[in-house]
């Protein structure tokens, strides 16, 4: 089985600081995904990265930055953390380019700005 | 860019009777469609998905249709059980764009004993 791990599953940070959230997988996957999950919104995506040192902007990257320099590991970066960055992020991994892999999920990350 | 709605958010049905999720997407070249399911504290587990080249796919009492005229997409499941009880998620991806998944809302479900 992938595992994908985050390394905390709650985060309480104070408003301006930069976060960290880090994740691993361990299946030598080449696609990696941040997402945030809110009430009512669904999954909505970060930034994800499909190879070492690339990355791509999702549908809300404003406010954050990301990080691969080793293929297992993707980090997500709240560079001033502000209140409504308070939310649950998810880490993924997937093989693969082509089509029909779905992703494995990591166990989440509750961050709350304060 | 790729939009995906999905209907409704809260669904409540007996045990025993079916349940029905659906949701449109906005790119005719998405070509993937997962659904996930996640329980209470616990991360979204791929559950059943299916490819722009099938209408339809079974897995014991879950099903998912395609109609991709309409860009629509369903989850049936049936014989509803307690356990079945969870937030359910779809998406849709598009091959040429890194396999990243827009996610649909998510449809919390829950079934009454």
């Known amino acids: 089985d992938v595992k994908v791990t985050q390394s905390s599953r709650y985060l309480v940070k104070r408003t301006g600081e930069k976060v960290f959230l880090e994740c691993v997988q361990d299946?030598?996957?080449?696609?990696m995904f941040w997402y945030r999950q809110d009430p009512g919104l669904g999954l909505r995506l970060i930034y994800f990265?499909?190879?070492?040192?690339?990355?791509e902007k999702g549908d809300i990257p404003e406010g954050y930055s990301v990080s691969r320099e080793k293929k297992e590991r993707f980090s997500l970066i709240l560079e001033s953390a502000s209140t409504n960055q308070t939310s649950m992020y998810l880490c993924?991994?997937?093989?693969?380019?082509?089509?029909?892999?779905?992703?494995?999920f990591g166990s989440g990350t509750r961050l709350t700005v304060v | 860019g790729e939009n995906v709605e999905q209907h409704p958010s809260t669904l409540s049905v007996q045990e025993g009777d079916s349940a029905v999720i659906k949701c449109t997407y906005s790119?005719?070249?998405?070509?993937?469609f997962p659904w996930y399911k996640q329980e209470l504290g616990k991360r979204p587990q791929l559950i059943i998905d299916?490819?722009?080249?099938?209408g339809e796919k079974k897995d014991q009492r879950i099903a998912v249709t395609l109609n991709k005229t309409a860009k629509h997409f369903s989850l049936h499941i049936t014989e509803t059980q307690p356990e079945d009880s969870a937030v359910y998620f779809c998406?849709?991806?598009?091959?040429?764009?890194?396999?990243?998944?827009?996610f649909g809302q998510g449809t919390e479900l829950s079934v009454k004993p």
């Open positions: 993924a991994s997937r093989r693969g380019r082509g089509v029909g892999y779905g992703y494995t």
């Open positions: 299946m030598d996957h080449e696609n």
């Open positions: 990265s499909y190879d070492v040192k690339m990355k």
């Open positions: 790119d005719s070249a998405s070509n993937y």
């Open positions: 299916i490819r722009s080249n099938v």
């Open positions: 998406a849709a991806s598009i091959n040429n764009q890194g396999g990243k998944l827009i």
